[in-house]
């Protein structure tokens, strides 16, 4: 679970989110789907959607950042309305058929301003 505390911020539209995650070389799949809801003090903000993150190409080759035996992969941005001046709290699960990932080490959101111009918007509206 995440807390972003908005209340600090004016003139912000929206936010780009994606979900990360650092695995090393003994994690068995190729990526991680995972399940993201996101709300709000205000029950206007609420949605969820899911999102993949490609650790491996279908070659098997690392996608992503490296930090030394750590891979890093990232989902593609959603864009997610924000309204201002609210607390944003956000839900993370996984949604593969195996409870526990072997070789997970991090997982995260990356929560960004955006004018949300050209971004995919959140199909769970």
Same mark, same amino acid.
């Given at each position: 679970? @995440? &807390? ?6 004016? =003139? ?19 990526? &991680?789907?995972?399940? *993201? ?5 205000? %029950?206007?903000?609420? @949605?969820?959607?899911?999102? *993949?993150?490609? *650790? ?12 030394? &035996? ?5 989902? %593609? ?5 924000? &309204? ?19 070789? *997970?080490?991090?997982? =995260? ?14 199909? =769970?509206?």
């Amino acid at each position: 679970m @995440f &807390i972003y505390d908005r209340s600090h911020e004016s =003139g912000v539209a929206g936010y780009e989110l994606t979900f990360e995650a650092r695995v090393d070389a003994s994690y068995a799949y190729k990526n &991680i789907v995972a399940s *993201v809801l996101v709300n709000g003090k205000q %029950e206007t903000g609420i @949605f969820a959607d899911t999102l *993949v993150c490609e *650790v491996y190409d279908g070659n098997g080759n690392p996608n992503g950042a490296t930090a030394g &035996i750590l891979y890093q992969g990232s989902s %593609e941005p959603i864009y997610i309305d924000a &309204i201002e001046g609210d607390t944003l709290f956000m839900r993370v699960s996984h949604i593969m058929d195996n409870d526990e990932l072997g070789g *997970v080490y991090d997982v =995260g959101l990356r929560i960004c301003p955006s004018s949300g111009r050209g971004q995919r918007q959140s199909s =769970g509206k």
